[in-house]
């Protein structure tokens, strides 16, 4: 479903302030495959989803979506593909239009648009059908302007139009950091839910250890633009937050004598 071949990615080449953000990533997930995406600040992980959706170009390797080679489409021929949630709830949606206005914009993603009519009194209730099983009332808000929303509601319609035409990958980055422990709660719970009953294949870039080893059946730690250790899913049962703490230093001390002695 996903295949990243030696993908690098260097900022501020052959300058004072060179940085290489990605260093010879090679990466495969299945179809289904629900892998989260952990480390510190710096270690590559948005640069990571920001070259798989084609918002940053890569300097080399090679990436592949559903069989696909996308390496050289930008990020508006990749739409079709892949769907992604920001961590900020104002970043997936557009505040100024309704609730219905911006599921009937998720809906054509991808696709070309002409002109036609509003939303019909079917796709409303289609709308008000998927919108029930967020359990937040929002199906009888429908003409409620998304700026009005809390940020977990945004976050949770966001995640919902993500799922609208299937995309091959679902992208998230950290979509719950800016929310609140119970909203981060319910707005994970959610995330699950959708994938479960899309059979979607998602990567999501998260802070929280504890939500790394629980959510998803996979776990990628990054350091430093690389892939430094790799968890399947009876791996992560048997894994604790303090286990994974200390394989991260334990990885990250490793590199730091290696790096010395080259």
Avoid: C, W
């Amino acid at each position: 479903m996903l295949n990243l071949t030696g993908v690098e990615k260097t900022f501020f080449a052959g300058t004072a302030n060179e940085r290489r953000a990605l260093r010879s990533i090679s990466l495969h997930l299945a179809e289904g495959d629900f892998a989260t995406i952990i480390g510190s600040n710096g270690a590559g992980k948005s640069t990571l989803l920001n070259v798989i959706a084609g918002s940053l170009p890569i300097d080399k390797g090679k990436i592949e979506v559903g069989e696909r080679d996308v390496t050289k489409r930008p990020a508006y021929r990749r739409a079709a593909l892949l769907a992604r949630v920001f961590q900020d709830p104002q970043a997936g949606t557009a505040p100024h239009l309704t609730i219905e206005q911006n599921m009937s914009i998720a809906l054509t993603r991808g696709r070309r648009r002409g002109l036609g009519r509003g939303v019909g009194r079917r796709r409303r209730a289609e709308f008000r059908e998927h919108l029930a099983v967020l359990g937040l009332g929002l199906e009888n808000r429908l003409k409620t302007r998304v700026g009005m929303l809390s940020g977990g509601q945004r976050q949770a319609l966001s995640l919902l139009m993500a799922s609208f035409t299937e995309p091959k990958l679902l992208l998230l980055d950290e979509h719950t950091a800016a929310l609140d422990p119970a909203r981060a709660e319910l707005v994970t719970e959610l995330t699950e839910k959708v994938v479960a009953d899309s059979h979607l294949t998602a990567l999501m870039v998260t802070h929280n250890m504890a939500q790394a080893l629980r959510v998803g059946n996979r776990l990628l730690m990054m350091h430093e633009g690389q892939i430094i250790l790799e968890l399947n899913a009876a791996q992560k049962r048997r894994t604790t937050v303090a286990d994974l703490m200390e394989r991260f230093t334990s990885v990250k001390g490793q590199m730091a004598d290696r790096s010395l002695l080259s």
